[in-house]
Structures are given as structure tokens and as C-alpha cells.
């Protein structure tokens, strides 16, 4: 069967696209789910257990909690609060926790640590999946039950103010509300500004239930500074003077109605040592979670240290202290502290409730779930329960009661966290039968395209793909059979559900025929290359020669990275490997070089050209091949470039280019440590960010903005020069206005802003000289088409884009920019036009280059 190159790649990719598709299908795991949807009529609440007959209490506790205020603030590590950060800027919390009427936890929010997922995870007691991470930004409507649900059917009346996130996930849910973007990350001031400013008209109204503040500035700060950052402790104290007012507002309301009131302290996820969040460390799931209330009064002496808890287990909580049903997604369990103090059989009343809920989920998801041992542990608790109702209600008030009630609230407190745990097992557990299938299609696939590479690239080749003996072959119907009987075994066995195994059979059938003909294709395809020495096409015009040793080295670096990809070590550690296959680059490019210019060596003919048999020279045979040139009449085929043309010092700029890329790529490793286990250890980037080497991390941003200056103005026009080197002292003075650098004139710390004019300032002339290249580009299209003016347009274009990126890194990673740009220039100027690499090669170099750059960063 005859392809044309672009039917063989868009078929290729067709295929991958579906291999990826049901590989995410598996890798996304199905979240845990109750079959009684959102929408439905409420259910009435599981009955009090009796013993032998049916008890009297069935409807829901009335509410612990009077009013409600959650205080949200974005990116709180549980350090801010509980470490010496919290003791030097959040005093009034810090006396609270250690002697006013409260209960302290340190709640782990699991991964994705970004704000929707764990909004909903708060809200629902669900644990939302890596696919969040996309919805994120821009969240939909939540449809699963969740608390802000149950509490507006309750008929409360909620507030809220804070992160627009919070509108998006709860639409009209809210009597009153005022949302912040969280894009504009360097204001850090203004965005909590919006919200504070409420605060004191509606803290002495009386018309509400729930009041919902979601604070971002601290995450923003963290992005700009980090976590060391001196706005970290003027944030955390302006934090620390509104729980302060918001308490004493709440102590007030508390002698007018004499019910108590709710304060919960929270954060969504935590912030890396860079200041970053969305990854599974320490920093960045370990949240504080501070409940205060009247209610929680404790006896001197009562020390209350911070237990760890889920994340989760805040949904039931407030659901329990609202007065309202749990939300039936929910997999958290009930922080039993809050209850303690209430008499024994509202306790058990409230750990039951928890119980059912949970043990029906279990019910719902897991279909073992009799062999549970948290699902038997529930069921001995609500047998004692029953006994322990049965004796209340006999009005026994022996001692045998209480140790009683008291052994059946550990049995339930036991039974939750195995049952919860179980749920959240179930929730990690990936379909390896959908994953494993969609990898083997996504690898046949690449494999045919590698066989073809390069000369399917070409515009007029024709593939010759060997399906037609591929399908009527006898291995094709013996890796069908084969095939079709792994799958009946795979969906006879396993307990939980596969993907594939729920689509009809013909459905399954069409996709065991698809991974059967791919590799009797390969198989066939190798097969001929093997026999004949030819790769299985035709072309037009016969293309150019193998693969150069660099070109090689490209091809299998690329895939070797892609292969390690597979192994979790190496996705942690993965600039190890981007780091190995440059510096491995640079030396294979160093051999080339030294090869063709230095030793003469002729080898590279026979990679370039095609010499005809019988004929003096060589001729090129493709018109559209980079790599080969037309030689003159009567001279031999020539090599990139014959030895003898470079002279003095280019001619050792050329040999010594790849040892300078080398060396300075050694240079920025030290800049910024990175990887799982080399983040935390010390760098020159955290040297330079002390505040006590400000002034010679300075001195490092001005020569790093003169060298991108030096190194792209070179093609622009006068006007966008000017431009750009405006815009550089503009950030400059940015950074400067912000307090990242210094002025030699300036003292530290003094006339620190926000750094909004400046920021600006530097727009502007982005904008300026993007709309200069564009006209220029425009003009050379539609004018006249003058190449000169093209080169220009494009040119202004990329110093404008390095513009905005020299604004949007931090200081101390200003030197990343502008080597960077030395680097390419380097290797533009005297690697690949002395050695004469083809587009495809350059491309993948600077893929290369490219991917160590971020994580010098």
C-alpha cells in the first residue's frame, strides 16, 4: 500500500492521538462517587441504631455554630502559623492557639496542590484529580454535592469576597459577593485591599450565616519573592489584625444571640522553597487548620497541640457543625475534637452519621467492600451504638454507660479512618489495562514514524507500507487471538472496573486488530529492511544520504528522554537528564568540528552528497536539502566547508565554540539547584537573594541587561533599539521599585513600591516594538517583498518577546536570559552555519537547549 508523506504522518498521528487518549483515559483515575446524584430530593438521614427496636431520634442535630467565617488565605504553609514566622508576625493567632478556645491541626492537601482543586476538595470532601489542573483555569460550575450547596438549600444566607474561583464553582449561590482575578500576581496589595475593605460593615450586620474571605495576596507574593521574602511578615501581620477583628466582631454577636460562633483558619495548599505551588512536597501540602470558637473553652493546663489531619475532613466538619447532611462525595471523617465536649449521645450521633455516609460510599464504589476491615469495623460500632442506645433510653446511669459510649465512639473514630483511607486507595488506583494498551499503540506508532525519518519528511516521497501482507499474514490472526484472550482474562478477573472492558466488544475488537496490524506492519517493514538494505519507500527524487553522527545522537536522545519519562525517578530528577544530553551535545559537536576543520578530515562528504558511479565530483540529487550545495563546474564535491577558508581567529572561534557553550552551561547549573532531592540544597541563586548581596546581585542584573541589549539590537531598527533599551533600564527600575535591587544612591529597604508605573513603562515599549516588527513584516508581504524588511520585521518581533521575558524573570535568573542569547548566537554564528546543519537538526537542538534553559532557571 503507497502513502503520500502527508496521509502516512496525519495517519500516524491520527493513531497517536487515539493511544493517548485511552492512556489518559487510565492514567485519570474515576473519582469515588455516590449513585444518588446532586439534584435529587434530599435523603432523610440514617435513623439513631436501637438495639432490638427502632429509636426516636431521626432527623439531624441542630447546628453547633450559630454563624460561620472562613478565613481562606492562598498559599499558607502550616510554618506561617505554627513555626516562628507565626510566633514573630501572627501574635494574636499564636495566643489563641496556645491558650484561647481553639483547636489547631495541620491539614495535608494532596496533589494538585493549585487553589480550584483544593477549593473543591474543602468544600466537597472529594479528592479531585490531576486533570483539575486544567480546569483551573477557567472553572466550571461544581455539580457534586459540597457544603455551599447543602447550606443554601438549608435556606443560609452566605457571603463571599475574595479569589473570582470561588464565583465560578458556585454560581449564584452567594447574596452578597465581590470576586479578585489571581492572574496579576505582582499585586500583591490591592487584591487583598478589595476584600478587607468590607469587612467592617458586614461583621456588624446580622443578616448572614456563612461569610467566605479568600485572600491571595501572600500566593502572589510568593511567586514574585518566595517564601524568604521580607512582604512575606507584612502580609502574615496584616492577616493576623483581620482574624483579629473578625473575632472580636464574632465575640460580640455571640453576647447578643448567647449561641456560639465559628472561625476557621485555612489555607489551600502550601508554597515550595521557590515559592511555587502544584507538586507533592512538604512545603506545598502542609496547610494549618485553626478552628476557634466559645465553645472549645479550655481548663488551664490544657496544652492542644496540632494533630495531623486530611484536608478533606473540613467538609464534614462544618456540614456537622451547620446543622447540615454531609456532602455525599465526601471521604473525610469527622475532626472529633469539635464534638467532644457535647454530651455522649450527640457524639455518637454525629460519628454515625459520618459513619453511614462513608460506609455507603464504600458500598457504592468498591464491590469487595464486605471484606473491608473498615466497613466490618463500622458495623461492630453501630452494634454496640444500638446496645449503648438501648441502655440510654433505660435511663441506666451507671459508670458501665460511659465506658461504654466511650469504647464505642473509638470503635467509630477507628472505623472513619479505615474508611476513609480505603476510599482514597480506591481514588489512587490508575486502570493499568488502559494505560498499558494505550502506550503499546502511542509506541507502534513512533515506531513507524522512526523507520520513515527523515525521507518521509520530504514533500515528494511516497511510502510504501507493507499492509496488505501485514493483514493476511498468519501472525496477524495469531496476535489477534492472542490479543483477544488477554482481554477476556483481564475483564473476567479484575475486581475493579477497566475502561476497555466497558466498551461493546466490537468496539474492543477494532482496537485489538489496530495493535495487531501496527506491529505485523513493523514487523514486515523491518523485515524488508533487513533483506533488501532499503527502508520501505519511494521517492520522487532520491533524497540525501544517512544520518550524521550528531544526527544520530539527536534521535536517540530525544527518544532515550522520552523513555525515561516511564520512571517516576526520572520525571523527578528530568533536568539530569536535559543536562547530560546537552553537555553530551557539546562534546559531539566539538569532535565534528575539530573533524572538519582541524584534522580535514573528508568524512562528511559522504554524508552531504551523492556521488553518481562514472561521473567526476559530486552532484546534489535533492534541490530542497539543507545540507547539500550544487558544486562548481569541474571541482570535486566540497565538505561544509573546505579547512582552508577559515582563517585566523574564526577558524579557532569555530573549534573553541562548543567548550564555551560547555562552560557556560556548567556556569548556570550552580545558579539554581533543582529536582527532588537537590532543591533544598544551597546555590548561588540563594546567595544572590539574601538580602545581605543585594547590591551585588545589582551589579549582576545590570551587566545581564547590557549584554541582552549588546546581544539583540544588533538587527532591529534605530527606533526599536531606542525601544529596547529604554525598556531594559525600565526594569531595572522595576525591580529597583519593588526591592529586589538597588540604586548605588538608594538605601535598602528605603522607597519600596509596587512597582506599577515602572511595570508600565516597560509595557509600552513591548508593545512598541511587537508593532513595529509586525508593520515591518506586513510591509514586506504586501508591499514589496523585500527580504531585508522581512529579516528586520522578525527580528524586532523576537528582541520584543526577550523584552518581555527579561521583565517577567526574576533578578537573579536575568543571567539564564542573557546567556541564553549568547549561546545562540555562538552556536548560530560558528556551529551551525560553518557545519552546515539542516533545519530538522536545528530545530531539535534548540528543543534541547531550550529544555535545559527552564531549569536553569
Not at 474515576?30 to 427496636?53: D, M, Y
Not at 460561620?68 to 514566622?85: E, P, Q, T, W, Y
Not at 497541640?305 to 456532602?327: E, F
Request: charge should be neutral; proline fraction near 5%; hydrophobic fraction near 45%.
Amino acid at each position: 500500500m503507497r502513502l503520500g508523506s502527508g496521509a502516512f504522518a496525519a495517519s500516524c498521528v491520527a493513531i497517536e492521538v487515539l493511544g493517548v487518549a485511552i492512556f489518559l483515559r487510565g492514567f485519570f483515575p474515576a473519582s469515588v462517587r455516590s449513585s444518588s446524584r446532586t439534584g435529587h430530593q434530599a435523603e432523610p438521614p440514617a435513623p439513631e441504631p436501637l438495639a432490638g427496636a427502632n429509636s426516636n431520634w431521626t432527623k439531624l442535630p441542630l447546628p453547633l455554630f450559630s454563624k460561620a467565617v472562613i478565613v481562606l488565605i492562598d498559599a499558607l504553609r502550616d510554618d506561617f502559623v505554627f513555626g516562628s514566622k507565626g510566633a514573630r508576625y501572627m501574635p494574636f493567632t499564636t495566643y489563641l492557639m496556645g491558650k484561647g478556645p481553639s483547636h489547631s491541626f495541620v491539614a495535608e492537601a494532596k496533589p494538585p496542590t493549585v487553589t480550584m482543586p483544593r477549593i473543591k476538595a474543602l468544600m466537597t470532601g472529594s479528592l479531585p484529580g490531576f486533570v483539575d489542573v486544567i480546569r483551573n483555569l477557567n472553572s466550571p460550575a461544581l455539580l457534586e454535592d459540597n457544603v455551599i450547596r447543602q447550606a443554601k438549600a438549608a435556606g443560609k444566607r452566605m457571603i463571599f469576597y475574595g479569589d473570582e474561583t470561588w464565583l465560578k464553582l458556585f454560581p449564584k449561590h452567594f447574596v452578597e459577593y465581590d470576586g479578585t482575578t489571581s492572574f496579576f500576581v505582582s499585586d500583591y496589595t490591592e487584591v487583598d485591599n478589595n476584600v478587607t475593605r468590607h469587612l467592617e460593615k458586614v461583621l456588624k450586620r446580622g443578616d448572614w450565616d456563612m461569610l467566605i474571605l479568600h485572600y491571595l495576596g501572600l500566593d502572589h507574593i510568593g511567586h514574585v519573592s518566595g517564601p524568604d521574602s521580607p512582604l512575606i511578615g507584612h502580609k502574615l501581620r496584616e492577616m493576623d489584625s483581620i482574624l483579629m477583628k473578625i473575632y472580636t466582631a464574632l465575640l460580640t454577636k455571640e453576647r447578643e444571640t448567647l449561641s456560639p460562633n465559628l472561625l476557621v483558619l485555612c489555607g489551600d495548599h502550601g508554597m515550595s522553597e521557590t515559592g511555587s505551588h502544584g507538586a507533592a512536597s512538604a512545603e506545598e501540602v502542609r496547610t494549618p487548620l485553626v478552628l476557634i470558637s466559645s465553645a472549645f473553652e479550655r481548663k488551664p493546663g490544657d496544652i492542644r497541640y496540632p494533630t495531623q489531619v486530611q484536608q478533606t475532613d473540613l467538609a464534614a466538619t462544618l456540614a456537622i457543625g451547620l446543622g447540615l447532611p454531609i456532602p455525599k462525595d465526601s471521604i473525610g471523617s469527622l475532626l472529633f475534637p469539635v464534638v467532644e465536649r457535647r454530651p455522649m449521645r450527640e457524639q455518637l450521633r454525629f460519628l454515625h452519621l459520618n459513619a453511614v455516609q462513608l460506609s455507603r460510599l464504600l458500598q457504592e464504589n468498591v464491590p469487595s467492600y464486605e471484606k473491608d476491615p473498615g466497613f466490618e469495623q463500622f458495623m461492630m460500632a453501630e452494634r454496640l451504638h444500638g446496645n449503648w442506645v438501648r441502655l440510654h433510653l433505660e435511663e441506666d446511669h451507671s459508670g458501665a454507660l460511659f465506658n461504654l459510649g466511650t469504647k464505642v465512639a473509638r470503635q467509630y473514630l477507628g472505623a472513619l479512618r479505615t474508611l476513609s483511607l480505603a476510599l482514597s486507595m480506591h481514588v489512587a488506583q490508575y486502570d493499568v489495562y488502559s494505560m498499558a494498551v494505550g502506550t503499546i499503540i502511542v509506541l507502534e506508532a513512533l515506531t513507524l514514524l522512526l523507520l520513515s525519518t527523515p525521507q518521509v519528511l520530504h514533500r515528494r516521497a511516497e511510502l510504501e507500507v507493507p499492509l496488505s501482507p501485514a493483514m493476511f499474514s498468519l501472525l496477524f490472526y495469531l496476535m489477534f487471538l492472542i490479543l483477544s484472550a488477554i482481554h477476556v482474562v483481564v475483564c473476567t478477573s479484575v475486581e475493579s472496573s477497566c475502561y476497555l472492558c466497558s466498551l461493546p466488544w466490537l468496539a474492543a475488537g477494532g482496537v485489538m486488530v489496530l495493535v495487531s496490524a501496527l506491529l505485523c506492519v513493523i514487523a514486515s517493514a523491518l523485515a524488508r529492511m533487513v533483506m533488501d538494505s532499503t527502508l520501505p519507500w519511494k521517492s520522487a527524487a532520491r533524497p540525501c544520504s544517512g544520518w550524521s553522527e550528531v544526527g544520530l545522537l539527536l534521535l536517540l536522545g530525544t527518544v532515550g528522554h522520552v523513555l525515561s519519562l516511564g520512571a517516576s525517578s526520572f520525571v523527578e530528577e528530568e533536568h539530569q537528564t536535559w543536562y547530560f544530553l546537552v553537555n553530551t551535545l557539546c562534546l559531539a559537536l566539538s569532535q565534528e568540528t575539530c573533524r572538519s576543520y582541524f584534522l580535514k578530515d573528508d568524512s562528511e562528504l559522504q554524508h552531504r552528497f551523492h556521488t553518481q558511479p562514472g561521473t567526476v565530483g559530486a552532484t546534489c540529487i535533492q534541490q530542497d536539502c539543507v545540507a547539500c550545495e550544487a558544486p562548481k563546474a569541474g571541482q570535486a564535491g566540497k565538505g561544509p566547508c573546505p579547512s582552508g577558508a577559515l582563517r585566523g581567529h574564526t577558524h579557532w572561534a569555530v573549534l573553541a565554540g562548543p567548550w564555551l557553550v560547555l562552560a557556560f552551561c556548567r556556569l548556570l547549573r550552580s545558579l539554581n539547584h533543582t529536582g527532588v532531592q537537590g532543591a533544598h540544597r544551597p546555590d548561588f541563586g540563594h546567595w544572590l537573594t539574601s538580602s545581605s548581596h543585594k547590591m551585588e546581585l545589582s551589579c549582576l542584573a545590570a551587566l545581564s541587561l547590557l549584554m541582552i541589549f549588546i546581544l539583540v539590537q544588533r538587527e532591529c531598527s534605530l527606533m526599536s533599539k531606542v525601544a529596547l533599551a529604554l525598556g531594559l533600564v525600565g526594569i531595572f527600575c522595576y525591580r529597583a521599585a519593588i526591592g529586589n535591587l538597588l540604586f548605588p544612591w538608594q538605601p535598602a529597604n528605603k522607597g519600596i513600591s509596587k512597582g506599577i508605573l515602572e511595570a508600565r513603562f516597560v509595557y509600552v515599549f513591548v508593545l512598541g516594538i511587537l508593532f513595529t516588527g509586525t508593520k515591518d513584516l506586513l510591509k514586506s508581504q504586501v508591499i514589496a517583498a523585500d527580504f531585508k524588511v522581512t529579516t528586520v520585521g522578525l527580528w524586532e518581533l523576537y528582541s520584543g518577546l526577550v523584552l518581555l521575558a527579561a521583565l517577567l524573570l526574576r533578578p537573579h535568573n536575568l543571567p539564564v536570559l542573557a546567556f541564553s542569547l549568547l549561546i545562540q548566537t555562538i552556536m548560530t554564528k560558528f556551529i551551525w552555519k560553518p557545519l552546515k546543519h539542516n533545519v530538522a537538526e536545528i530545530t531539535v537542538m534548540h528543543y534541547w537547549f531550550g529544555q535545559a534553559f527552564f531549569y536553569f532557571q
